[in-house]
């Protein structure tokens, strides 16, 4: 039997880190063929290349060069460009992970083309359909055929949406597994000894979600409560390019850019940017991923955001929901500075092992996964020998 072809598809730094330990895996066994694809847009092929490094991991296969731009225009790049990619490796499967725009253009291709489509991360749910990340999330889920998640309330909610539940498989949640493996290499980073750090005496900014930027009442308020807070304690913010471009459409950009112990620092490799968290007093973020992986740090997160699609680290881990409020990130921030204790738990599932259950899951289906859509491959084949005619 030709080799088991598995093609990843990522589209920001982010994806990365939770595509690591699969690509590492998958190369344990003789009998699979990994492939990866990057897409490639303006600032996150720039902010990826430093994770390449930190994480070992070889360089993609495809870089589509996508560049910036609308949603539409990205998507339509992305499908354009994947269409050509998928025709020439001809996987037997293809995996997404995450809600941004690259995986739900590579999940339309994909099955379109006759590709079975494993999303990773599936079922995370805001409720906000304002959000961009939600339409990506709920559209890639309704035409997956492997829908592997990090905890059980996605699973409700895929139930809900009418997904069958011998599609739905709980895993657990691959960041810890990056995080384990380059548990030596953090602790051994000079990140702090750079940016003239102590720890647990700075806490930790990110903010890139597009939904940050949309409202600049609700930045004006994020900002004066950095500035509040900034007074207190240091704030270390690593700044992603697109932030600096939303941003800076906005007095408090200068604002930001003004207060002296806010350290506005270029973005950091994986390696530094854990090192920096696990030794923060506390973070601010409105990134999914980070949320995950405070909590699995056990640091206290402030989400500044009304929603989250990862409740399990609200529940059961580090994580409170401070939305753009003055007041509150101002008091929940300042409970923290004051020595109150978050207790959270990590939970279920997220102990190092989610990628070696979703390997062993698709070795086991790999019979079935090579026999989906068949009729649709050999349409597809017919019709590309009448084009060349």
Known sequence: MSAFKILSVIGNARNLIKIAPLIAELKHHSGVCPYLVHTGTQYEQVISDPYFDDLEIPRPDFCLNIGSGSFARQVALMIQELEGVLLDVDPDLVVVLGDVNSTVATSITAVSLGYPVAHIEAGLRTFDREMPEEINGVVTDSVSDLLFTTEPGAVKNLLSEGRPSSRIFFVGNMVIETLLSNADKIARSSVHSRLRLNPRTYAVLTLQRPCTFENADALSSITAA???????????????????????????????????NVHTVEPVGYIDFIKLMKESLFVMTDTGSVQDESTALGVPCLTLRESTERPVTVTEGTNQLVGSDYTTIVAKAFEVIRGVIFRGSVPEKWDGLATKRIVSLLLKQEGKIRRMYSAVKQRGICLDLLSRA
């Not at 900034?230 to 913010?237: S, T």
């Open 226 to 260: 950095i500035e509040q807070l900034q007074n207190e304690i240091a704030v270390v913010f690593p700044l992603h390019p697109s932030t600096s471009t939303e941003w800076e459409r906005f007095a408090s950009w200068q604002k930001i850019l003004s207060l002296a």
